[in-house]
Nanobody, 117 residues
């Protein structure tokens, strides 16, 4: 069973930066797309950014030009560099990954990001 473990969340002031990381373990097949989603209290989980195995990226409009997604295929790791953070970025951030030929979807347990004003 593939496991995804996020790290790097925390409390930061508005305008600050955080770097989230997600490591996939117990992987016996290729990892296809990976991504970051977030869920704020009382809201639905929403897309933040995705990246394919070849490096193509996609971002939510709300984070474009502030967040950067990257991955290290050799280490089965995906990162999310978050700059110019705003209070509305406060949420639990989850990474996911599509693994193998049938693209089975796995989720991490989430990491809390809190941005104070």
């Amino acid at each position: 069973q593939v496991q995804l473990v996020e790290s790097g969340g925390g409390l930061v002031q508005a305008g600050g930066s955080l770097r989230l990381s997600c490591v996939a373990s117990r992987v016996s097949a290729s990892i296809n797309a990976m991504g970051w989603y977030r869920q704020a209290p009382g809201k639905q989980r929403e897309l933040v950014a995705t990246i394919t195995s070849s490096g193509s990226t996609n971002y939510a409009d709300s984070v474009k030009d502030r967040f950067t997604i990257s991955r290290d295929n050799a280490k089965n790791t995906v990162h999310l560099q978050m700059n110019s953070l705003k209070p509305e970025d406060t949420a639990v951030y989850y990474c996911n990954a599509f693994v193998g030929f049938v693209a089975t979807l796995y989720w991490g347990q989430g990491t809390q990001v809190t941005v104070s004003s």
